[in-house]
């Protein structure tokens, strides 16, 4: 097998149309807001990649670590022959999981918003994952899972060992009613990349769980466990309650690169929507929110602003000081999770820190 296969799954006005709406309805009101899935343009994915590697920023080397010691457990435990990632980046820490899996008829499967991330790290891991199957899928995971996994059914139903035409990207049945190969109506993509017999593991890592808020991850999970059946699984990567003192300076490092990739926003919206926002006008903040249990990024305006959004024909103003939040970032406690969980349909089968208990990997299966 040489190559990957990949689908592109987002609406052509994803970014015009999601972008001015998430706009209008987060900018034009008090409290500001923006989701975070804006920032990951190509600079902010590239930004995001540096993030990993600082000193301060503790997630990756722990999931890593967790991974480097358990993954072929983890694989084991959860029987896949598919590995299906969302918010998948650089796929780095997932090599740990490929290299667990089965050497014949296995797959990989990457989501993201970003292409850049996603071409980059597909063509990188079917270079060095010759015998896998990998698919690039261009998706968001928040409003496109139960088209791209399908509803509920085991990769090997209804297939055959070619891989059956009415399978969709992910190895599930597209939903009822659709006619795409690729379980999206009218798509029209030819399926590769799931493999005709195995088990899917769905992995969400990096502690991207906790950038939706609690609504929208009670929302997701119930979409992911409509969307695995029996012989499937669940992998989370979740951050960890722990100190502010080590929490923070991870969201607000020294050497100013989670500034950068905060600020970075704004020229994603210059850019995609025609405005004028200008960096110099913010600051970057970084706040530890212990009732919610979440960081929370912000901008904050360093002086009054006035911004004009052409696209929009509207413009946007900030008084002196006014914040607009760009990202939480959720941790969890063990309880909190297998609550969440349970309430969603799982049940708990295995959960591993790193040696300072930092961060948490956690494997659910649907009951
Ligand atoms: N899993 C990787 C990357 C985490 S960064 C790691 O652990 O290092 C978060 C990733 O999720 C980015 O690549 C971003 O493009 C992607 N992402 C954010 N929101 C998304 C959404 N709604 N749908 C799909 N991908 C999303
Ligand atoms: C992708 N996500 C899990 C990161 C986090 O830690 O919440 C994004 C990030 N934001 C600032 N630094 C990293």
Redesign the pocket.
């Given at each position: 097998m040489t190559g990957y296969d990949y689908i592109d799954h987002l609406p052509t006005d994803f970014t015009s149309a999601g972008l001015r709406a998430d706009v209008r309805s987060g900018l034009l009101i008090d409290p500001k807001s923006l989701p975070?899935?804006w920032f990951?343009d190509k600079t902010g994915?590239a930004l995001?990649e540096e993030i990993?590697r600082l000193p301060e920023y503790y997630p990756?080397r722990a999931?890593r670590a967790i991974l480097e010691h358990s993954a072929t457990e983890i694989l084991a435990r959860s029987g896949a022959r598919t590995v299906v990632?969302?918010?998948?980046?650089?796929s780095?820490?997932t090599r740990l999981l490929l290299n667990a899996l089965p050497t014949d008829d296995a797959a990989y499967v990457a989501?993201?918003?970003?292409e850049t991330?996603l071409r980059q790290a597909c063509e990188s891991v079917a270079a060095d994952y010759p015998a896998l199957r990998v698919t690039a899928v261009r998706?968001?995971?928040?409003h496109q899972l139960s088209a791209v996994l399908g509803s509920g059914s085991r990769s090997d139903e209804g297939s055959t060992a070619e891989g059956s035409p009415a399978q969709n990207a992910l190895g599930g049945r597209p939903p009822a009613g659709t006619r795409s190969v690729a379980g999206i109506p009218g798509a029209g993509v030819p399926v590769a990349g799931a493999p005709a017999v195995g088990g899917r593991m769905l992995a969400f890592?990096?502690g991207?769980i906790g950038?939706l808020a609690p609504e929208q991850r009670r929302r997701f999970l119930a979409e992911v466990r409509a969307g695995l059946g029996a012989g499937d699984s669940f992998l989370l990567?979740a951050d960890l309650v722990k100190s502010p003192t080590v929490l923070v300076p991870a969201y607000d490092d020294a050497a100013g690169v989670t500034a950068a990739f905060n600020l970075n926003v704004l020229e994603v919206l210059n850019r995609q929507l025609a405005a004028d926002f200008n960096r110099e006008d913010f600051e970057h903040v970084a706040v530890w929110d212990p009732d919610e249990a979440w960081i929370e990024m912000r901008l904050r305006a360093v002086r009054p602003v006035r911004v004009w959004i052409a696209d929009l024909d509207v413009e946007v103003k900030l008084t002196a000081g006014e914040e607009i939040r760009t990202e939480i970032s959720a941790k969890f406690t063990h309880d909190r999770l297998r609550a969440e969980f349970a309430a969603a349909g799982f049940s708990p089968a295995g959960w591993w820190t790193d040696s300072e208990d930092r961060f948490s990997l956690s494997l659910w299966m649907p009951v």
């Amino acid at each position: 097998m040489t190559g990957y296969d990949y689908i592109d799954h987002l609406p052509t006005d994803f970014t015009s149309a999601g972008l001015r709406a998430d706009v209008r309805s987060g900018l034009l009101i008090d409290p500001k807001s923006l989701p975070p899935k804006w920032f990951y343009d190509k600079t902010g994915s590239a930004l995001f990649e540096e993030i990993t590697r600082l000193p301060e920023y503790y997630p990756t080397r722990a999931e890593r670590a967790i991974l480097e010691h358990s993954a072929t457990e983890i694989l084991a435990r959860s029987g896949a022959r598919t590995v299906v990632e969302l918010g998948s980046g650089s796929s780095e820490k997932t090599r740990l999981l490929l290299n667990a899996l089965p050497t014949d008829d296995a797959a990989y499967v990457a989501l993201d918003v970003s292409e850049t991330a996603l071409r980059q790290a597909c063509e990188s891991v079917a270079a060095d994952y010759p015998a896998l199957r990998v698919t690039a899928v261009r998706a968001d995971f928040e409003h496109q899972l139960s088209a791209v996994l399908g509803s509920g059914s085991r990769s090997d139903e209804g297939s055959t060992a070619e891989g059956s035409p009415a399978q969709n990207a992910l190895g599930g049945r597209p939903p009822a009613g659709t006619r795409s190969v690729a379980g999206i109506p009218g798509a029209g993509v030819p399926v590769a990349g799931a493999p005709a017999v195995g088990g899917r593991m769905l992995a969400f890592l990096g502690g991207t769980i906790g950038n939706l808020a609690p609504e929208q991850r009670r929302r997701f999970l119930a979409e992911v466990r409509a969307g695995l059946g029996a012989g499937d699984s669940f992998l989370l990567g979740a951050d960890l309650v722990k100190s502010p003192t080590v929490l923070v300076p991870a969201y607000d490092d020294a050497a100013g690169v989670t500034a950068a990739f905060n600020l970075n926003v704004l020229e994603v919206l210059n850019r995609q929507l025609a405005a004028d926002f200008n960096r110099e006008d913010f600051e970057h903040v970084a706040v530890w929110d212990p009732d919610e249990a979440w960081i929370e990024m912000r901008l904050r305006a360093v002086r009054p602003v006035r911004v004009w959004i052409a696209d929009l024909d509207v413009e946007v103003k900030l008084t002196a000081g006014e914040e607009i939040r760009t990202e939480i970032s959720a941790k969890f406690t063990h309880d909190r999770l297998r609550a969440e969980f349970a309430a969603a349909g799982f049940s708990p089968a295995g959960w591993w820190t790193d040696s300072e208990d930092r961060f948490s990997l956690s494997l659910w299966m649907p009951v």
